[in-house]
Structures are given as structure tokens and as C-alpha cells.
């Protein structure tokens, strides 16, 4: 079975900075593009970075640029989000998905599995 | 354009057939894909285009090729559709992903 299981949310300080993990099983990791997509309760989904296999491509979303590194570790099947800087306007639930295929940016990809989603809250 | 415009809210009889519409020039290049996401769970992947389902999404939901607007079609509406529904594309920079503000859909 395919899943993938978020961690790192919780409670953090305006400015400071956290490190989400997303660990995924039950497919070849390797080889599928993942991306972060966060959801501020009661609103709708934002789409926060995305990155292609074997880390060649990384891509951010305006609201978050130059304050967020994705990046991720092949060889443990794990996905991360770094948010520096932050604000009350990242607290959300963060959901990792798995692309379709090896490039969030393809013409022909789309988000075939999403994890619960971890919440941070920034206050 | 770099956005992707949803009607907040549409309702359907039980059994009938509901459009839901997502509009944006982007569109008219690229598919959409389509989310379903009930209350407290995690988006699920229903339809990219107009027929690519993973297994387990029925075949009452169909979608459509690239056009602007691109539409989620509910052949014969269950009480278990009411959900939120997404669209999502790249938008025009090509760099960047690009979610519809959402559509609530309820069953009557």
C-alpha cells in the first residue's frame, strides 16, 4: 500500500523556523516527483514547493519563496520542508503528495497520494 | 493568468448529474487534475483530463481534455460525493503549481 505519513508540525514562535518530514512507502520513491501543499483550516489548498526525482528541479510558490528549501533523502524514502522566517500566515496543515511522474511540472502529472497532513501553528 | 476560479458552491440532486467548473486561461494548454477532500481528511486524486481515475474512484466522475473551462462531471450524484472538489494545473510561468479556490458540492 502506498502511503506517506508527515511530522515536524506543532506549535512554533513567530520568526523562528521548523523542518517537516514526510516518509513514504510502498512505491519506488525514487523515481516520482513530490510536492508540499498546505491548507489554512476552513480554507483551500495553496501549493507550497514542489521537486523533482534525484533533486534536479526545486519549486516555490510566491508566498513562500526565499524562506523554504525542500529537499529530499532518497536512500531513507523521506521528503522535507524547511520554513524559515515564519509567520502567522504559514500556520496551516501540510499535506506531502506524491507526483504521478518525475517532475511536478510535467505536462502529464498529477498528485496520486497524499499523507494526513501534519498541523503547525504559528502564534 | 496564473489563477484558477471555481464557483464556491454548487448543489445536486440525489441521482442527477452535476458540472463543476474551473476556469482559467492556463487551461487551455494544460489538463486539470481533480481533488476530492471531505471534512477532516486529506485531499484524494479523483481524475486528471478527461478519463485518467485511479482504481477505486467510480465511474460516475469524468473530467475533461484541456479547455478553458476545464469540468468535473458527477454522472448520477451519491450522498457520499458531498465533498470539496479542487482543480489544479501549472500556471503560466511553468514553474508553478496552481490550485481553484474549491468547490462545495452538496447532495440534496
Known amino acids: 500500500e502506498v502511503q506517506l505519513l508527515e511530522s515536524g508540525g506543532g506549535l512554533f514562535q513567530p520568526g523562528g523556523s521548523l523542518r517537516l518530514s514526510c516518509v513514504a512507502s510502498?512505491?519506488?520513491?525514487?523515481?516520482?516527483?513530490m510536492t508540499w501543499v498546505r491548507q489554512t483550516p476552513g480554507k483551500g489548498l495553496e501549493w507550497v514547493s514542489g521537486?523533482?526525482?534525484?533533486?534536479?528541479?526545486?519549486y516555490y510558490g510566491d508566498s513562500v519563496k526565499g524562506r523554504v528549501t525542500i529537499s529530499r533523502d532518497d536512500s531513507n524514502k523521506t521528503l522535507f520542508l524547511q520554513i524559515n522566517s515564519l509567520g502567522v500566515e504559514d500556520t496551516a496543515i501540510y499535506y506531502c503528495?506524491?507526483?504521478?511522474?518525475?517532475?511536478?511540472?510535467?505536462?502529464?502529472?498529477?498528485?496520486?497520494?497524499w499523507g494526513q497532513g501534519t498541523l503547525v501553528i504559528v502564534s | 493568468s496564473s489563477e484558477l476560479t471555481q464557483d464556491p458552491a454548487v448543489s445536486v440532486a440525489l441521482g442527477q448529474t452535476v458540472k463543476i467548473t474551473c476556469q482559467g486561461d492556463?487551461?487551455?494548454?494544460?489538463?486539470a487534475a481533480w481533488y476530492q477532500q471531505k471534512p477532516g481528511q486529506a485531499p484524494v486524486f479523483i481524475i486528471f483530463?478527461?478519463?485518467t481515475r485511479p482504481s477505486g474512484i467510480p465511474d460516475r466522475f469524468s473530467g475533461s481534455n484541456s479547455g478553458n473551462p476545464a469540468s468535473l462531471t458527477i454522472t448520477g450524484a451519491q450522498a457520499e460525493d458531498e465533498a470539496d472538489y479542487y482543480c489544479?494545473?501549472?500556471?503560466?510561468?511553468?514553474?508553478?503549481?496552481?490550485f481553484g479556490g474549491g468547490t462545495k458540492l452538496t447532495v440534496l
Open positions: 489544479q494545473s501549472r500556471d503560466s510561468r511553468g514553474n508553478h503549481l496552481v
Open positions: 521537486i523533482s526525482d534525484k533533486s534536479d528541479n526545486t
Open positions: 492556463i487551461l487551455r494548454k494544460f489538463h
Open positions: 483530463g478527461k478519463d
Open positions: 503528495a506524491k507526483g504521478s511522474g518525475s517532475n511536478p511540472m510535467e505536462t502529464y502529472n498529477w498528485f496520486d497520494t
Open positions: 510502498g512505491f519506488n520513491f525514487n523515481n516520482h516527483a
